[in-house]
């Protein structure tokens, strides 16, 4: 009787562990996962209901990174950040810019980058900030990492103008030369909801002013790339943009 009984109660015991390992786990972390995004898409919705539909911020002065178009200039042909550091400039300052006061601007900027930082090539948005804050002595900055389109829109809708730093070939600018640059800055004047694209005015053409891109160009193309002292690690934020608001 005694045998029966140990022998019923190991059978019990290795029948527990053999159905407790078959059974799959259920997926906790990828509910868990389901349940934050759907947080974050109502969050997302109520911002949208929030906004305007429609932004264009008036008066924002535009330049290409090569005013003359002289693209051998290595020092214009990499001025995309310069550019559009000048536009949001000059717009704080309610100040016109021509060919020859941007190409003066541009190639002051960059005797400034080489001289406080080593280089001028791929600045990124921190060393914009820092050119925004100690050559144009503007402030009102906000520098974003990991961020929405509806980041954008509601920078835009506060009266800012918003650098953004891109994949320049996911642009697809059919005025790019080669498909245009792996590393690219444009600088987002306004949105526009009933045709899905936000204004933008993008240095790497002549024919860059009021540039409208898609949502889904803009979505799929930001990309906060490293200064070219740096180099890409993993850690970095993916995406980035830096609002400037006009001086009080």
Not at 43 to 58: G, H, M
Not at 130 to 140: G, H, M, Q, R, V
Not at 196 to 210: A, L, S
Request: aromatic residues 12%; contains cysteine.
């Amino acid at each position: 009787m005694l045998k029966k009984f140990f022998t019923f109660f190991i059978t019990a015991i290795l029948s527990f562990f053999i159905i407790y390992f078959l059974i799959p786990k259920p997926p906790v972390t990828k509910i868990y996962d389901k349940k934050i995004t759907q947080v974050k898409n109502i969050e997302e919705q109520k911002t949208q209901a929030l906004l305007p539909s429609y932004v264009l911020i008036n008066n924002v002065p535009f330049t290409a990174q090569a005013p003359f178009a002289d693209w051998k200039d290595v020092r214009q042909q990499e001025a995309c950040e310069e550019a559009s550091i000048l536009m949001a400039a000059y717009w704080n300052f309610n100040k016109d810019l021509s060919k020859q006061t941007a190409l003066d601007e541009i190639l002051k900027i960059v005797k400034f980058e080489e001289e406080k930082f080593g280089f001028h090539i791929h600045t990124d948005l921190e060393i914009a900030q820092e050119i925004l804050a100690s050559y144009f002595t503007i402030k009102n900055t906000e520098l974003k990492f990991n961020i929405t389109l509806n980041d954008i829109k509601k920078a835009l809708a506060n009266d800012s103008v918003v650098l953004a730093s891109m994949h320049g070939k996911k642009l697809k600018n059919p005025n790019f030369l080669n498909g245009g640059p792996e590393n690219h800055m444009v600088l987002i004047i306004g949105y526009d909801d009933k045709n899905q694209v936000f204004i933008t005015h993008d240095p790497g053409t002549r024919n860059g002013e009021n540039y409208e891109y898609s949502y889904k160009t803009i979505e799929d193309s930001l990309y906060n790339y490293p200064s070219s002292n740096q180099k890409w690690t993993e850690q970095r934020p993916k995406t980035a943009m830096l609002s400037v608001a006009k001086s009080g």
